[in-house]
């Protein structure tokens, strides 16, 4: 595992106090929490940060980091020292359990993380003696789950990929990898929790493991936008269409419907396909914005048909 | 390394449930004073189907997550943590609105 260079990621020196590092903590924890930045790849940076915090603000974990040396590099190889931790004092808090920032990816692809580095966890996680303590009961543990669109109107099945630190008979940390299969059912909305019951951090003793909550992010679509369970769809008409009225087909989560579209029709106008946005109770619904697309005047015969109009319909779009 | 693969069940927690703030707290990482802060707040609905017992609905999880991690990482109090969520997601449908208007223009 590579070194993590705590007072680097803060930006502070290795003689900060207490106030410098919580001061730092703030200003990069506020310019990269993922809740409130637009910064590329603030979620990584916020972890990394809050990590560092969470060594640096506690006496007791910064002093055992501190023994480590100052000789060490960002990114070096490095494995914990059997003796780490030996001569301190614990308050037998184990560090807390992540809170949604990790990332539970399918199968079919990325990769999957903790809350913690692995370099955390050797360190400071569960079977060293700073992680001795605490809850007798298995904790939880939250991870977000990416859904297109479509998955989330039908429904899908996923295979997620996750590890999480296990403690070896021998005392060491290693990070154990194992996979869930999980049916997320239809109608699954932005942010929405998905507990899997016993997927958390098994317990000491016999106390229940803890569970797994899978934060759904719904991922932007070309198409359709979201917002809680309603769509809304782009819909070019021609300009006859939207005048005259005309039945056409318009595309829905569910496949194509045949709409009806009333005459005097504007360009912007939105018409509501009751039910056809995300299932629920009560279903979402999706809104068409209709788009009045204008032939080109490219053809003797366009220009003829506008001249035609121009002349006969008395129409001035900038009157009143 | 060899991985095993288990089918679980998964339970969405979705409009119709409503959860204890004692399992609230947990969820959100939490205090019951600042979720309590929250409500009084008018955030989002409660009940008190036993005296002493509060629960607040599922639908109301993804923003009080949010506000609790405001409130956690960043310091700020309840008050702040609603203004910021609910500035956020009047950013958002601004963005939704611009992003469909110029969708509207495109190719004009």
Known sequence: ?320 | MRITTQTVQAQVLGEGDWIAVTEVSQLCHIGAHDLHELVELGVFAHREPHAGEWQVPAAALPRLRVMARLMRDLGVNASGAVLAVELLEAQRQLQRRIASLEQLLEEE
């Open chain 1, 1 to 320: 595992m590579e070194f993590r260079d705590y007072y680097k990621l803060l930006g502070v020196e290795r003689t900060a106090g207490a106030d410098q590092i919580k001061s730092a903590y703030r200003r990069l924890a506020r310019k990269f929490h993922p809740d409130v930045s637009k910064v590329a790849n603030a979620e990584a940076r916020f972890k990394e940060v809050q990590e560092a915090y969470e060594v640096l603000k506690d006496p007791e974990k910064r002093a055992a980091y501190d023994q480590l040396g100052s000789d060490w590099k960002a990114g070096q190889q490095f494995r914990a020292p059997p003796d780490f931790g030996s001569g301190y004092e614990f308050d037998g808090a184990p560090p807390r359990s992540g809170r949604g920032r990790a990332r539970a990816a399918p199968a079919d692809g990325g990769a999957s993380e903790e809350d913690y580095s692995e370099f955390f966890s050797s360190l400071f996680g569960r079977g060293t003696p700073f992680g001795a303590g605490g809850m007798p009961g298995g904790r939880d543990h939250h991870a977000r789950i990416d859904i297109e669109l479509e998955e989330a109107y039908s429904g899908t099945t996923r295979t997620l990929e996750l590890q999480r630190p296990e403690v070896k008979p021998d005392g060491t940390v290693e990070l154990r990898r194992h996979a869930v299969r999980v049916t997320i059912p239809a109608g699954v909305t932005q942010g929405q929790l998905i507990r899997l019951a016993g997927q958390g951090s098994p317990s000491h003793g016999k106390a229940p493991a803890g569970d797994l909550y899978l934060e759904a992010n719904i991922l932007p679509n070309r198409q359709y936008q979201l917002d809680g369970r309603d769509v809304t769809v782009t819909l070019a008409v021609a300009p006859w269409e939207a005048a005259l009225g005309a039945t056409i087909t318009a595309p829905t989560l569910g496949g194509p419907v045949d709409m009806r579209i009333p005459p005097g029709s504007q360009a912007g106008q939105k018409l509501r396909l009751r039910g056809r946005g995300l299932p629920g109770n009560p279903a979402g619904d999706e809104y068409l914005q209709l788009k009045v697309v204008l032939p080109r005047a490219d053809t003797p015969q366009a220009k003829a048909l506008y001249e035609e109009m121009r002349d006969k319909l008395n129409f001035n779009p900038r009157a009143g």
